[in-house]
């Protein structure tokens, strides 16, 4: 029984590493390519341009084919946007519910570490996504 919770543990912390890292590259890029021009300077417009940018330089677009491809992914942004607006929360409650378990298989001194590093690590997400 244990095994198996700490199993679910690590996949499920896993799983977090992996959407913080996702996170992170897609931060990186926005910051890194800046837009085009005349569609705003977000971090997921400036993520679209590079798309675009890249397929123009392998694929060798058309400045038709540019155009119709960046109103393609400024029509999928919404649709990813309300995705997220969609599943943030379950995964957010998701992420909470692994923490939880963890810190019930801990012991209450490991629990008191536990917390601070949580709280360490989201002081460090906040400034590096937020800015603070």
Known sequence: MKRTIAFTCVVGLFLLGILVGALGMHLYYAQKFPPPGSRGGGPREMAGSFH??????????TPDQKRRIDDILVDSRAEADAMRRELGPRVR????????????VLTPEQRDRFDQMRRRERRHADRFFLGR
């Open 93 to 104: 409650a998701h992420a909470e519910s692994v923490r939880e378990r963890i810190r019930e």
């Open 52 to 61: 675009i940018e890249r397929l123009e330089r392998r694929l060798g677009l």
